[in-house]
């Protein structure tokens, strides 16, 4: 079984670059990591999805809006997939409890945001 939904993101995510007080960058990732929790619980239930019990394929695709640039992958996911896990889709994000691909997409339309498609294994 496959579930795909759609999570807004704010137009500036945190990034190691932006020489950021650790204090401002951790509060900004916790306001996204929790405002995809929020969502994505919202579409586990919407989409009757049971609670994670087992391994499953996780693929994010983070669209970039206007004036927003490609951006490393890995500072990038960190804060959703957090939000995912908490919102009961993964057990973990361990490679013993999920297959993780991300990709990033330019799309003017419907970004800042992140495309998530979870697979049952």
């Excluded at 496959?2 to 932006?18: E, I, Y």
């Amino acid at each position: 079984m496959q579930w795909t939904f759609l999570v807004p993101l704010p137009a500036k995510l945190p990034s190691g670059n932006s020489r950021l007080h650790w204090r401002v960058m951790w509060k900004q990732r916790a306001a996204i990591k929790d405002q995809v929790t929020l969502v994505a619980r919202s579409e586990r239930n919407r989409l009757g999805a049971p609670v994670a019990a087992k391994k499953r394929d996780v693929r994010l695709v983070l669209l970039r809006g206007k004036g927003q640039r490609i951006m490393d992958a890995d500072n990038a996911i960190k804060a959703p997939l957090d939000g995912i896990v908490a919102a009961g889709w993964l057990v973990d994000d361990s490679g013993k409890w999920c297959t993780l691909s991300v990709d990033q997409v330019k799309d003017n339309a419907r970004g800042p945001a992140l495309e998530v498609r979870v697979t049952a294994v």
